[in-house]
């Protein structure tokens, strides 16, 4: 007897454990009859999981943390047993901005400082001269993406809420609004960085592994009270998609993997782009630069499936510096709860003696993130909001 699965997902990389694990028949064996949706904004995806047309889904870390403090929405507890991605997000900038940039840079073009501060002084030339605020792409208020822009510009002293524009944008129709002139850059996960600049329409500046060493980005969420309801089943779907990390990640299955993620039906690109992200081997520019990092997208090696509650806790932080969320004890508490290293560790079998956190955060600005002293973090910071 199978158990059938409805599982959201949106037509990004770092969907590949899932995705591998019912088209590779991972899921099958653990006798899961899984459907994969395709669905285009992650609103979709949150609210079908949150009202149960989900069984699960391919979430951004931050939705499962906000929906489980009722920001932004109902709330509903979720629980994350299984990171599906690391890292994976860039930063992709106009051909015009690309130029903008260079031409105040001082520095190396991939340090995140020498960037933002460049991006400062375009800033105010463009203010001087009564130019339009630059407009950036990201993916979701509660997103990693949104976080990681505004942590890079703050950086150089630039304001997201005061000095440029943020808009929302679901992660395939970046491209075309890069094109179109509707945004000056964006922020999003593979394999979009890569179509825009394949097209000549973008550069990417950024990966995210350049500002954050080792940053969640999507989980395998589900609702608490259903992985109270059916542990068996959560357990055989964490079995399943952490045997399709492990597959990706072999550099033999590479070729295979990036096939399976590139039908029509799942992501709908070449599969020559995919390998390239899961390869960590990216073309940054039309003329062919071409970049290598082995940080780019951590699917499932160097720890990166098991969830980490420092991660969450760094998420949170984000939440309240930007003005999302109050700062409580309560409230991190929660927060950290959604990430659920001990269903991962009983699913797999694993004695949970790994730590918590096999790599720190790295941020390339400000002191090393402590999950215990939130307000110490903040504080570092001069740009920030207060909860209104």
């Not at 997902?9 to 899984?34: N, Y």
């Not at 940039?101 to 520095?107: D, K, L, V, W, Y």
């Not at 500046?205 to 068996?232: G, Y």
């Not at 959604?338 to 949970?352: H, K, Q, S, T």
Request: with cysteine; proline share 7%; charged share 20%.
């Amino acid at each position: 007897m199978t158990i059938p699965l409805r599982i959201g997902f949106i037509p990004l990389c770092d969907a590949a454990a899932l995705i591998v694990a019912v088209d590779k028949g991972f899921a099958a064996a653990e006798g899961l009859d899984v459907t994969l949706v395709r669905e285009v904004s992650w609103s979709n995806v949150r609210d079908k999981l949150n009202i149960g047309l989900f069984d699960a889904a391919h979430l951004l870390a931050p939705v499962a943390i906000a929906s489980s403090l009722g920001l932004g929405h109902v709330k509903v507890p979720i629980a994350a047993p299984f990171n599906l991605g690391l890292n994976g997000n860039a930063i992709t900038v106009s051909p015009a901005l690309h130029a903008a940039i260079m031409a105040e840079i001082s520095g190396d073009p991939v340090d995140p400082m020498a960037t933002a501060l460049a991006l400062a002084r375009v800033v105010a030339k463009r203010r001087k001269s009564g130019a339009e605020p630059l407009t950036f792409g990201m993916t979701f208020p509660f997103s990693t993406h949104n976080y990681q822009l505004r942590f890079w510009m703050a950086a150089g002293g630039v304001d997201p809420d005061e000095d440029v524009r943020l808009v929302v944008l679901p992660p395939p129709y970046m491209v075309d609004s890069l094109a179109s002139g509707h945004v000056d850059a964006f922020c999003v996960g593979a394999p979009w960085n890569s179509v825009a600049v394949d097209l000549g329409v973008g550069h990417i500046l950024h990966f995210v592994a350049d500002i954050l060493v080792r940053a969640v980005e999507k989980v395998l969420a589900v609702r608490q009270d259903w992985s109270e309801k059916n542990p068996e089943v959560l357990a055989a779907l964490v079995r399943a998609a952490s045997r399709a990390a492990e597959f990706i990640e072999q550099p033999q299955n590479r070729a295979e993997a990036a096939r399976i993620l590139a039908q029509p039906e799942r992501i709908g690109v070449d599969a020559e782009v995919v390998q390239r992200t899961l390869d960590g081997r990216l073309k940054i520019s039309p003329d062919g630069t071409v970049r290598e990092s082995s940080r780019y997208l951590l699917v499932g090696r160097e720890g990166a499936t098991r969830p980490d509650p420092v991660q969450a806790a760094w998420l949170y932080a984000q939440m309240v510096r930007w003005g999302q969320a109050s700062i409580s004890p309560a409230a991190l508490r929660t927060a950290q709860a959604v990430f659920r290293p001990d269903l991962y560790d009983a699913a797999l079998g694993r004695d949970g003696k790994l730590t918590d956190a096999p790599g720190a955060i790295g941020a390339f600005a400000g002191p090393p993130f402590d999950a215990n002293d939130i307000p110490g973090h903040l504080a570092a910071f001069a740009i920030r909001r207060r909860k209104s």
